[in-house]
C-alpha cells in the first residue's frame, strides 16, 4: 500500500496529487487537516475563512474514499490523528512555519514545491552574486527560460516592458470599464455547511471574524477555478493592461483576472494561466501590452514574491527600516468604512470588507500607502493585510508588504517607496471629485491626507530618503514649502486623533 500524501490547505489542485519522481506514490491515499486553531489565533476576514474552508471541504469531496479528513486542534495532533507513525510525503509547504512543523515530524518526507514556474534552484541561480534582485531582471529569465511571449531569441513585439501603454488613467467621465463581469460562482451545500459552522463558532465564543461574509465570490474548486480562468481569458484578457493601474469607485473589479484567490489555493496552474493568454494573442484575440500586462503579473511578480520570500531568510518579517512603529487604529482593524470620509479610503476599505479583495493599486497606492505614510509597524501592517484578504498567506503578504508597500526592507524589492499625494490618486481615479479633501491642499479643513501625508513622511526620513537617487528631488521639493511647519503641526494632531480621515 502507497503512503499516504498529505494535502495543505493551499495544495488544491490536480498537479499536487501527480504521482511521479518528485511526487506522491500512485494512488496515495490523501489526508487533509482542518485546524481550528488556525483561525482561533488570528482575526480573520470571514469571507477567506469562509474561502479555505470551502475550497478544503470541495477538494475532500472530490477525492471521496481517497481522502481522510480530518477536524482537529493543530496541524500536528491531526497528522498523528490521521496516520499515526506511518511515513507520510508532502509538498514543500508555502510558509516558513508550515516548512517548520513538517521538518520536524520524523515520518513526513517533503517533496519539492508545486504551483509555481521556477524551481528554487533556478532562483538560486539566478540570484547568486547579484548585488540587488530586481523584478525586471528575474521576469526577462524566466521568459526566456519558458519560451513565453517570444519570438526566438526576442520579447515579442521588440520589447520586454509594456507599462508605458499600461498606466492610463481611466477613460474621461465614465463609471466603469464597460467589462465583461467576472465570473463568479454559485454556492452550494458545502457553503451552506461552511456558513453554519461559522455561525457556530463565533456564538461559542471560539473564534472571531471581521468583514462580510456574502456570497462567496471566488472559486472553492477546480472546475470553478477553470470557469474563471476561461472566462478571464475569453472574456476580459483583451481590456487588461490599458487602464491596469487606475481606479473607479464604481468599478472595483475593471478587467483584473480576479485569479489570485484560485492560484493560491492550488486551484489553478501558473502555467495553464500564461499559456492561456499567450494563446489569446497568438491568435489575435487581445493585444500585446494586455497580455504582456498580464504574464508580467504572474510570471513576474508572483514567482519573484515567492522566490524572494524564502530567498531573503527568516529575519525579513521584522525589517522596520524606517523604524515605524505606529499601531493601528480600530477603525483599519474593524474595516469600518463608514467612519472614514476620505473617499479613496473608505472605498478601498469597503471594498474589503465587503470582499475581503481590491485590485493592486487600492492595495499599494491607498491603503498601504496610507499606513506608510502614518508611520505603522510594518509588522503589524503585514498581518493585517494577511488577514483581511482572501488572497492572502504568508508568502505573498511578506514581500508585497513589508518590501513594496512599506519600505520597510530598504530596499531590497523596491528602488524607492510607493507612495504619493493626492496628484496621483486623482489622476488614476474619479474618486477625489466627490472627497471631502482636496488633493490639491496640503494643511487647512480640506487638506488631503495623502498629500500633507507624503510631505510629513518626507520630512520624517529626510536624510535617508534625501540619499536615494529616485527621492532626492522629491526630498529638496520640501525647502519650498512655506507652510511646511503648519502642515508637520496639523499632521501631528490628526495623528494624536487617532480619528479616520
Ligand atoms: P491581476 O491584476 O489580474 O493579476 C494577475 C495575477 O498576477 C494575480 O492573480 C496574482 O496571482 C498575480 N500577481 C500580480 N501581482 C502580484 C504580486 N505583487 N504578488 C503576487 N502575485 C501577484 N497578491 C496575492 O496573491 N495575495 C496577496 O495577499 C497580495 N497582497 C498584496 C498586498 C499589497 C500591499 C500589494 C501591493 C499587493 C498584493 N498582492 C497580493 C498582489 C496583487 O495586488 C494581487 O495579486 C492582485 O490584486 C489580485 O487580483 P487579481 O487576481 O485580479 O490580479
Ligand atoms: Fe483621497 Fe485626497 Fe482624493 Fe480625497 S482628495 S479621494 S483623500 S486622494
Redesign the pocket.
Known amino acids: 500500500m502507497a503512503n499516504p500524501h498529505w494535502l495543505f490547505g493551499d495544495q488544491l489542485g490536480p498537479s499536487f496529487i501527480k504521482a511521479g519522481a518528485d511526487g506522491p506514490a500512485r494512488d496515495a491515499p490523501v489526508v487533509m487537516i482542518e485546524s481550528r486553531y488556525v483561525f482561533r489565533r488570528r482575526r480573520f476576514h470571514r469571507a477567506k475563512a469562509h474561502l479555505v474552508l470551502s475550497a478544503m471541504r470541495h477538494r475532500a469531496a472530490e477525492l471521496g474514499d481517497r481522502v481522510t479528513y480530518v477536524r482537529a486542534d493543530t496541524y500536528r495532533e491531526g497528522i498523528r490523528q490521521a496516520v499515526g507513525r506511518e511515513p507520510v510525503t508532502v509538498h514543500h509547504p508555502t510558509s516558513r512555519a508550515a516548512l517548520r512543523l513538517v521538518r520536524s515530524l520524523d515520518n513526513v518526507t517533503v517533496l519539492p514545491p508545486r504551483g509555481f514556474l521556477v524551481p528554487q534552484e533556478d532562483f538560486a541561480a539566478w540570484a547568486g552574486g547579484r548585488h540587488t534582485l530586481r523584478m525586471e531582471a528575474f521576469y526577462h529569465q524566466v521568459r526566456r527560460d519558458h519560451d513565453l511571449l517570444m519570438e526566438g531569441a526576442e520579447p515579442a513585439g521588440g520589447t520586454w516592458n509594456l507599462d508605458h501603454e499600461n498606466r492610463r488613467p481611466p477613460p474621461r467621465g465614465a463609471r466603469s470599464l464597460g467589462a465583461s463581469p467576472p465570473y463568479r460562482p454559485r454556492e452550494d451545500a458545502v457553503d451552506e455547511e461552511v456558513r453554519r459552522d461559522l455561525d457556530r463558532w463565533e456564538r461559542d465564543g471560539d473564534v472571531s471574524f471581521v468583514g462580510r461574509d456574502g456570497p462567496r465570490a471566488f472559486p472553492a474548486d477546480r472546475r470553478e477555478a477553470l470557469a474563471a480562468l476561461r472566462r478571464f481569458l475569453s472574456h476580459r484578457l483583451a481590456g487588461f493592461g490599458a487602464h491596469e493601474d487606475a481606479v473607479l469607485a464604481d468599478d472595483p473589479t475593471m478587467s483584473?483576472?480576479?485569479?489570485?484567490s484560485s492560484?493560491?489555493l492550488g486551484l489553478l496552474d501558473p502555467a495553464e494561466c500564461v499559456e492561456g493568454a499567450e494563446g489569446a494573442w497568438r491568435a489575435g484575440e487581445a493585444a500585446l501590452n494586455s497580455v504582456e500586462g498580464?504574464v508580467r503579473?504572474?510570471a513576474g511578480?508572483?514567482e519573484y514574491?515567492w522566490h524572494v520570500y524564502w530567498y531573503f531568510g527568516e529575519d525579513y518579517r521584522t525589517s522596520n527600516a524606517l523604524g515605524h512603529t505606529g499601531h493601528l487604529p480600530d477603525w483599519w482593524n474593524e474595516l469600518d468604512a463608514d467612519a472614514v470620509s476620505a473617499r479613496c479610503v473608505a472605498t478601498a476599505l469597503r471594498q474589503v470588507r465587503d470582499t475581503g479583495?481590491t485590485?493592486?493599486i487600492p492595495?499599494?497606492m491607498i491603503l498601504?500607502s496610507y499606513a506608510l505614510q502614518r508611520g505603522w509597524d510594518p509588522a503589524a501592517v503585514t498581518d493585517w493585510?494577511h488577514r483581511s484578504?482572501v488572497?492572502?498567506?504568508d508568502w505573498?503578504?511578506l514581500p508585497?508588504?513589508v518590501g513594496?508597500?512599506q519600505y520597510a526592507d530598504g530596499g531590497r524589492m523596491t528602488t524607492k517607496p510607493y507612495t504619493s499625494g493626492g496628484a496621483y490618486i486623482d489622476r488614476m481615479s474619479d474618486l477625489c471629485g466627490p472627497c471631502p479633501y482636496h488633493p490639491d491642499r496640503r494643511t487647512g479643513e480640506d487638506a488631503c491626507p495623502f498629500t500633507a501625508g507624503y510631505w510629513a513622511f518626507l520630512h520624517r526620513h529626510r536624510d535617508s530618503l534625501g540619499r536615494n537617487a529616485r527621492m532626492s528631488r522629491a526630498v529638496r521639493g520640501l525647502d519650498r514649502l512655506r507652510d511646511l511647519s503648519a502642515l508637520l503641526e496639523q499632521e501631528r494632531e490628526r495623528a494624536g486623533a487617532d480619528t479616520p480621515p
Request: a positive charge; hydrophobic letters at 50%; glycine letters at 6%.
Open positions: 483584473h483576472s480576479l485569479l489570485s492560484l493560491n498580464f503579473q504572474i511578480w508572483r514574491v479583495w485590485h493592486h492595495r499599494l498601504g493585510f484578504f488572497d492572502g498567506y505573498v503578504m508585497n508588504v513594496m508597500s
